[in-house]
């Protein structure tokens, strides 16, 4: 699942405008902007560091003389390494850095719910923001009928077609 910059700021917003109204934790009404930001920050934060595992696993793919192919491979012991979350585990380890946050921070009054239960509320949030980006996947190969798929043509025109659909949802 993949996190467009676009959605961060709604992502947050909604993840603890819903925890306050479902009573999960407390925050003063004057502190509750300065909680979306921290939120904000988090899931940068998460954006920079795949970012910069990405940039790592190219280094070594180049230093090695290695093959593409190994990219996943050598992202994900790099990841180990520092123990952080990519592809499926990444929502749930935004979710644990959120929490750990609203443990420590001042701005959060108080914390009333379980961590599992916080978790599971959030995870559904970002399911909901990031689930857009199938429903674009169908539209964007659905336009595409005169083009066979696999074939290099069919690759840059889906992708010019799921970015242009994609800026329009907000998700660029």
């Given amino acids: 699942m993949r996190i ?14 819903t925890l306050i109204e479902e009573g ?3 925050v003063e009404p004057d502190q509750v902007e300065e909680v979306i930001l921290d939120v904000e920050a988090i899931i940068k934060e998460y954006l920079r560091m795949e970012e910069e ?3 790592q696993a190219r280094e070594i793919i180049q230093k090695r003389g290695l093959n593409y192919t190994d990219f996943g491979r050598i992202k994900r ?6 123990k952080f979350e990519i592809g499926d585990g990444a929502i749930r380890w935004i979710c644990n850095q959120i929490i750990e946050c609203f443990m420590i921070n001042s701005r959060v009054s108080e914390v009333y719910s379980e961590d599992w239960v916080m978790r ?21 190969r659905a336009r595409i009928k005169n083009i066979p798929e ?20 907000g998700l660029l």
């Fill in 77 to 82: 012991e790099l990841a180990e390494e520092k």
């Fill in 24 to 26: 999960d934790i407390e």
């Fill in 120 to 140: 599971k509320k959030m995870a559904k949030i970002f399911d909901k923001h990031l689930g857009l980006e199938e429903e674009i996947d169908r539209e964007a």
């Fill in 4 to 17: 467009y910059r676009g959605k961060i700021r709604p992502i947050s917003e909604d993840i603890v405008k």
């Fill in 150 to 169: 696999g074939t290099p043509e069919w690759e840059i025109e889906y992708k010019r077609i799921f970015n242009q659909l994609a800026r329009k949802r």
């Fill in 53 to 55: 595992l990405n940039r």
